[in-house]
């Protein structure tokens, strides 16, 4: 089945920096690549996702970008603010059926 | 976005006790919803996929006995966790895809933080 390495699992910037997320997959077929944002407490919310027909997508601070051949892809978020402290988890799935498979987790810290 | 309702957020229940929770989907017809279970800083853990009017598809080593799942409309699903053990604390969080949609995401609840006693 499908494998979905997350890195790092902790990632503390300075407000205004950038934080960049790792994530990699084993499952070739995969072809969707939904990122979601977990506050303490609540249930994730999807942020932005990717489809394997398209290399990068950007939204206001935040971009995805997709590498196919190496198998991984990366969430990017610019002028990072205290409101953006978070566990952000990437996923991976395929076909119709959506049943995504999630990285561990990466506990952001934007220190003001 | 499409709007997934938990119910509810939070219950303490006494040991041997039966819990249900509520997944609804507002503002669309959800055709697929999911249970997960998460542990303190881990990952999410898929329990079971329903689809409206079938029996649920448990992931291994989940008890299907023990946690009950029903998806007898296409806006509600519930979960019922049967003779709840403090071991079953945890936090259990549905999603829901919905029919017919051109893209594939699924929309998460808020969650449903349960202690067992």
């Known amino acids: 089945g499908e494998n979905v390495e997350q890195h790092p699992s902790t990632l503390s910037v300075q407000e205004g920096d950038s934080a960049v997320i790792k994530c990699t997959y084993s499952?070739?077929?995969?072809?969707?690549f939904p990122w979601y944002k977990q506050e303490l407490g609540k249930g994730p919310q999807l942020i932005i996702d990717i489809r394997s027909n398209v290399g990068e997508k950007k939204d206001q601070r935040i971009a995805v970008t997709l590498n196919k051949t190496a198998k991984h892809f990366s969430l990017h978020i610019t002028e990072t603010q205290p409101e953006d402290s978070a566990v952000y988890f990437c996923?991976?799935?395929?076909?119709?059926?959506?049943?995504?498979?999630f990285g561990r987790g990466t506990s952001l810290i934007v220190h003001p | 976005g499409a709007v997934v309702s938990q119910h509810p957020s939070r219950v303490i229940c006494k040991s041997g006790t039966s819990v249900k929770i509520e997944c609804r989907s507002l503002d669309f017809q959800a055709t697929t919803m999911f249970w997960y279970r998460q542990f303190p800083k881990q990952s999410l853990m898929l329990m079971a996929t329903s689809n409206e009017g079938s029996k649920a598809t448990y992931e291994q080593g989940v008890e299907k006995d023990k946690f009950l799942i029903n998806h007898a409309s296409l806006t509600l699903s519930t979960l019922t966790v049967t003779s709840a053990h403090p071991e079953d604390s945890s936090f259990y969080i549905c999603?829901?895809?919905?029919?017919?949609?051109?893209?594939?995401?699924?929309?998460f609840g808020q969650g449903t933080r349960l202690t067992v006693v």
């Open positions: 999603s829901a895809r919905g029919v017919g949609t051109a893209n594939t995401e699924a929309f």
């Open positions: 996923a991976a799935s395929k076909g119709g059926s959506y049943i995504p498979t």
């Open positions: 499952d070739s077929a995969s072809n969707y």
